[in-house]
């Protein structure tokens, strides 16, 4: 049996509140990007923080026009004035943050390529060198970058969300709470996140 069989069976077994929400959704595998990607994976997180998607997305796209043949690299990042990256809709501190990356790329601080072969809490204090980069940062780049099956952001506000809502919570759930109630989700909180996005979309919770 393939692994969204043996995913789906685990939060069967171990959260059927949660089972209710994927048990007919199809499960998309997770698949770690390529290394020569990271960078720019990183700029897009970055450039994603406090956005909404639809936001975010029209920033990026914008964001790598500004590059030949939309390659996005450090060098190619600190060779664009920062007035070119405000008038694309970069916050004048998301401007800092993307050339803080590109920085410590260059200077060999951040070895992007490097980052696959660390754990995810040594990912994580690599990246929040970075200024700018929090923990909702460097746990959107494990997951979507890295394609770690099991981080999962106490911190993101949609997440809080969904869960209040499933779960049927009088109120937003404390840090306390979510990870009591993660810890039966481990070792694929990853793709428990994705599906309680999922149900953020598809239930319109405000």
Excluded at 9 to 36: M, R, T
Excluded at 66 to 77: D, E, Q, Y
Excluded at 119 to 138: E, P
Excluded at 142 to 150: I, K, Q
């Amino acid at each position: 049996m393939g692994k969204d069989y043996h995913i789906r069976a685990h939060f069967q077994k171990h959260d059927p509140v949660l089972f209710s929400i994927i048990a007919s959704e199809p499960i998309d595998l997770i698949v770690p990007q390529s290394p020569s990607t990271y960078f720019v994976s990183l700029c897009r997180t970055i450039i994603g923080q406090q956005l909404s998607t639809t936001v975010a997305e029209v920033i990026f796209l914008r964001f790598e026009a500004l590059f030949h043949s939309k390659v996005v690299t450090p060098n190619a990042v600190l060779d664009i004035s920062d007035e070119e990256l405000r008038r694309i809709g970069l916050s004048g501190a998301k401007v800092r943050f993307v050339k803080d990356a590109a920085e410590k790329v260059i200077g060999g601080e951040v070895d992007v390529s490097s980052l696959t072969y660390l754990s995810d809490g040594d990912v994580m204090k690599k990246l929040i060198t970075i200024k700018g980069v929090g923990s909702w940062t460097a746990e959107m780049f494990c997951m979507f970058a890295l394609g770690r099956e099991d981080v999962f952001s106490f911190g993101d506000l949609g997440l809080k969300r969904a869960i209040q809502k499933l779960y049927a919570l009088k109120k937003e759930p404390s840090e306390y709470t979510m990870k009591r109630l993660t810890k039966a989700w481990k070792p694929y909180r990853t793709y428990a996140a994705f599906a309680l996005w999922s149900y953020l979309d598809t239930s319109k919770i405000r």
